[in-house]
Nanobody, 127 residues
Framework: QVQLVESGGGLVQAGGSLRLSCAAS????????MGWFRQAPGKERNSVAA????????YYTGSVKGRFTISRDNAKNTVYLQMNSLTPEDTAVYYC????????????????????WGQGTQVTVSS
């Protein structure tokens, strides 16, 4: 069982930056591939970024490439999402998710493949 707690959301002006953190419970964090998702009002929850067990391989959805960076610190049981050059279109509730992975090279994009979810943190970008 893994519990995930996100933090770092808030209100920021367009062009600003935020860093989201997701702290995981348990001693086997290194065995879990991680992902960040977001859900805007009235829209589906979509993948934003994903990262492999070691952090050596990452995925980004097209709209955030070059602006967002996912990283993880296995010693701290934490995954991060650095978000730069934010726009109002980035406004959403952001969720982190975890799933066990037997492959050190795999990241996962579909939310259906994740087993554990955090409660979400609101990110609001004003114009």
């Amino acid at each position: 069982q893994v519990q995930l707690v996100e933090s770092g959301g808030g209100l920021v002006q367009a062009g600003g930056s935020l860093r989201l953190s997701c702290a995981a419970s348990g001693r086997t964090f290194r065995n879990y591939a991680m992902g960040w998702f977001r859900q805007a009002p009235g829209k589906e929850r979509n993948s934003v970024a994903a990262i492999t067990l070691s952090g050596g391989n990452t995925y980004y959805t097209g709209s955030v490439k070059g602006r967002f960076t996912i990283s993880r610190d296995n010693a701290k049981n934490t995954v991060y999402l650095q978000m730069n050059s934010l726009t109002p279109e980035d406004t959403a509730v952001y969720y982190c998710a975890a799933r066990r992975s037997a492959s050190i090279d795999a990241y996962y994009i579909s939310g259906r493949t994740y087993d554990y979810w955090g409660q979400g943190t609101q990110v609001t970008v004003s114009s």
